[in-house]
Each structure stands twice: as C-alpha cells, then as structure tokens.
C-alpha cells in the first residue's frame, strides 16, 4: 500500500490485491467540522499568552529548582540527597520537557500570527532545553545512578555538586526564552 497525496483536497491510494495486481483508489480527504477548525483557530489565537504564561512557568520551575531543591540537597547527607535528586530529576524531566515544547510550540504559533522574527529566537531558545537536558543532564543522572551505592565518594560529591550549574544551563535557555517572548509581547 502507498499513500501519494495529489491535492489539498485528494489523495490516491495504490493498492496491491491478492493477485499481486495494483489498482489505484481515489479518496477526497475529509474537511474539519467547523467546530474543529474552530478550537484550532482559537488555540492559535493564542500564541502570545500562551508563549507567555509556559515560558514563565518554566522559568518558574527552574527558579525552584536551583535555589531551593539543590541549596537543600548540599546541606544534607549525601546518601539521603543522592536519591532524592534522581527521584525527582526522574518526575521532573517530563513536566519541564513539556512546558519547554509547549511554550516553543506557543512561540511558534505567535510568530505565524506577527511574522516577527524574534518569535523564532525564543521559541529555538525554549526547543534548546529539551537536548540540552537529553545531551547533557541525563548522562550526569546516568552516571548519579550507577553512584547510589558509594554515596559518599568523591565523585558522587562532585557530580551533585555540578548538578547545580547543569539545572542553571537548562534555566538560562528558558529564562533567555521568556525574556525575548515578554519583550516583543509588549511591543
């Protein structure tokens, strides 16, 4: 089977039967309801608050992350931090993963409303956090994990101390993301 789309409004089907014969079956795509296109529209209406409001949010959630969670982390045991750190880089890599998408997504969507390019620049900057964290937080947990046991060792001390200045990178790229998103929101 083979889609090929001809049209906006058409697309051929290319079938292969039992007797290895081919036919070519046309279909007309089906059209959105008007509710449909209706909540899309109003959802890309929203670009700019939404870009906003997910921006600060992460930011927010960076914020917390660096001056609270990691300043309480060092002044504890390291056998107790250890594991609390990977538990909760493990339940907070989805929810900052997926308030950088949406406000990269809601960046985007307020560039096809302006056609101002420095939408674009906040949205690559907020998109940048999600490999930053593949590329450079995971790896650094990965090697946490593997520490667990030997808590107490130099480098499990260093790698939490590090753990810091990693979670800054990641709230650098979201703060730079809602800086150029609030500026240009305001013009």
């Not at 969670?69 to 990977?86: K, V, Y």
């Amino acid at each position: 089977m083979c889609l090929i789309e001809m049209s906006h409004s058409f697309f051929f089907l290319l079938v292969k039967d039992e007797k290895s014969s081919y036919h070519i079956r046309i279909f007309q795509k089906p059209n959105m309801s008007a509710l449909q296109s209706s909540f899309f529209d109003k959802i890309a209406a929203q670009g700019i608050p939404l870009a906003l409001w997910s921006s600060i949010m992460s930011v927010g959630g960076g914020l917390g992350e660096v001056f609270v969670n990691q300043d309480a982390r060092m002044h504890i045991a390291a056998e107790h931090a250890l594991p609390e750190l990977l538990e909760a880089h493990k339940r907070s890599k989805v929810l900052s993963n997926l308030l950088l998408l949406v406000s990269g997504t809601s960046g985007l969507l307020a560039y096809q409303q302006t056609k101002d390019k420095y939408w674009l620049i906040g949205s690559s900057l907020m998109f940048a956090g999600v490999p930053y964290g593949v590329l450079v937080e995971n790896p650094v947990a990965d090697q946490l994990k593997f520490l667990t046991l030997d808590a107490r060792s130099e480098k499990a001390k260093k790698l939490m101390s590090s753990w810091g200045g990693i979670q800054l990178g990641k709230l650098a790229l979201a703060a730079g993301g809602a800086t150029v998103f609030y500026w240009f929101a305001r013009r």
